[in-house]
């Protein structure tokens, strides 16, 4: 917590322990037991009684998605908030409603892990997945499982002709700073992949490297077309995952997603 990343600080490390909406007659209408997706992350700890319009401000829901539980964080601001269903929105009477996020915000760590796999050239394969959105199985459960056995599998084979790289970093911050913590190591990467979002219905989708006319674009496409599986092609652009990070001026690395 507090190291200068390049123009990024690592934030203050965020717990929850426990976390609820009660209404007048002491009932428990939002819980973090049910599922900890109900609180807004990096939640300031709150202690409160609250105005049904105050408390509104403060809730986050899905018209569109009655039944869903959106996914929100607020990382860089000082902020407290509940997501719930809209159907369960709607259900909300004025009153006044007991609010309680027992959470704490101190100096800790920024974690990430590595798995580094020697082959006959230095020259590196990067594999990153991110690790920063629990409780959502295809974002980004998904990816940590795949990226799990794809080192599994690659640790079975005998005489890598390439080395690899697989790293488990929170997105965006924990790329920025895997990069600045091992400049030197990132130049010998060739290229790579950011795996992420792969447990989900529908075609295969995969988001090009900065310079369309690299191979790791070529090869993707190839192995789809090999495999009989349509797929969704995406071009690079700066909104995304830690593709973006790693194709950063600095560095300049093809990595696919």
């Keep these: 917590t507090g190291t200068v990343i390049e123009d990024w600080v690592v934030p203050k490390e965020w717990n929850i322990f426990d976390a609820y909406i009660k209404n007048d007659q002491g009932e428990k209408l939002v819980s973090l037991e049910n599922t900890n997706l109900h609180v807004v992350g990096y939640s300031d700890p709150v202690d409160i009684r609250v105005s049904f319009e105050e408390l509104d401000e403060h809730l986050y829901s899905l018209p569109d998605q009655p039944s869903a539980i959106p996914y929100v964080t607020s990382y860089y601001s000082e902020n407290w908030g509940f997501c ?124 090009q490297s900065w310079q369309p006319e690299h191979p790791i674009n070529k090869l993707i496409e190839e192995v789809f077309l090999d495999s009989g599986n349509s797929f969704i092609k995406y071009p690079f652009d700066i909104h995304g995952s830690d593709e973006r990070q790693y194709s950063s001026q600095a560095f300049r690395i093809n990595v696919a997603t």
Excluded at 96 to 114: A, Q
Excluded at 117 to 130: A, C, D, Q
Excluded at 134 to 139: E, I, R, Y
């Design 84 to 207: 719930i269903s809209h159907a369960e929105r709607k259900k909300l009477i004025p009153g006044d409603y007991e609010v309680c996020i027992d959470s704490s915000l101190s100096p800790g760590h920024l974690t990430y892990g590595e798995i580094i796999l020697h082959g006959k050239k230095k020259r590196e394969i990067l594999l990153s997945t991110y690790i920063c959105h629990p409780s959502l199985a295809n974002d980004n459960l998904s990816g940590m499982v795949m990226t799990a056995f794809l080192a599994k599998e690659l640790q079975k084979i005998k005489n890598l002709k390439y080395s690899y790289r697989i790293i488990w970093v929170p997105e965006t911050i924990g790329a920025i700073s895997y990069c600045f913590m091992n400049e030197n190591a990132m130049k010998r990467i060739d290229m790579g992949l950011v795996i992420t979002t792969v447990g989900g219905l529908g075609d295969f989708g995969y988001k």
